[in-house]
């Protein structure tokens, strides 16, 4: 098998829906131009991420009434005829009208092959620098995701969820994945303090690939992303990565790798469960 290529597009998002739907396709479809098998968007690519846009932007996400955003995911997904990771949207349950932060995966005949609710909520307060609560206006999901490609499983999760490294742990061990995705969109405060060293954590802890995808940074807008969509490899070193615009970070990823990591620094198979089973309390 060929080695995956993983193109994570850092967009450019605006207020206008409409703009960022076609933003986006034209990246995609630039990215498969160059070959990616795997396309990446960031968070909340098609609105401005913050908890004053979400309910007006928000899209019930119905396998038999595609929503707009999911009709055009699909739709890129099969033009590209390449996988897609529909960063994430705003989504409104119909029966409960909760809203959830979104993910949604496409193959490359467009149908939608997974779906993942960010479980763990962007809920914090740096004095002084930012405060952000998703859950005054978002629920949590419930449970964790992966998916299978020809490339193997790929396990998904959205930004905050990076910080729990339960969750790559059990898709890595459990659902055997071999590459965790995170779209995501730090800011101007955790970013340089946080970002790459959460996902060349999660790469080190469990031996995986590792990717982080975020919007470019719009100094016009409420919430400032701190971009560096960035690509990690099993053994913590970062393959690529970026800085603030728009732009496409590419990277081949050969599951060799992997298992040379895994042989050299057998820590995947050095794990005492017999003496961590259950750390919760
Ligand atoms: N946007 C997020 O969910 C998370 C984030 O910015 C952070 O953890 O920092």
Known sequence: MNPLKLALIQLKVGANKAA?????KNLV???????????????????????????????????????????????M??????????????????????????????????????????????DIDVPNKIRFIESEVLSPGNSTTSFDTPWGKIGLA??????FPELAMLAARKDKVKLMVYPGAFNMT??????EALLRARAIDNQIFVAGCGPAQDLSASYHAWGHSTIVGPDGKVLSSCE??????????????????????????????????????
Do not use: M
């Not at 932060?101 to 939608?112: A, C, F, I, K, Q």
């Not at 955790?190 to 970002?195: A, K, R, V």
């Open 158 to 163: 959205i930004c905050y969820d990076v910080r």
């Open 77 to 122: 997904a099969k033009e590209a005829k390449a996988y897609l990771i529909g960063g994430s949207i705003p989504e409104r349950e119909a029966s409960t009208g909760n809203l959830f932060n979104t993910s949604t995966v496409y193959d490359t005949r467009g149908n939608l092959i997974a779906k993942h609710r960010k479980i763990h909520l962007f």
């Open 190 to 195: 955790t970013g340089p303090l946080h970002w």
């Open 20 to 24: 960022n739907l076609s933003n986006a």
């Open 244 to 281: 603030f615009e728009e732009t496409i970070v590419y990277a081949d990823l050969d599951s060799k790798a992997i298992d040379e990591i895994r042989t050299s620094i057998p820590v995947y198979s050095q794990r005492r469960f017999d003496i961590y089973p259950d750390v919760s309390s």
């Open 29 to 75: 479809l630039k990215a498969s131009q160059n070959g990616a098998n795997l396309i990446v968007l960031p968070e909340c690519f098609n609105s401005p991420y913050g908890t004053q846009f979400f309910d007006q932007y928000a899209e019930v996400i119905d396998n038999s009434k595609h929503s707009e955003t999911i009709s055009a995911l699909s739709s």
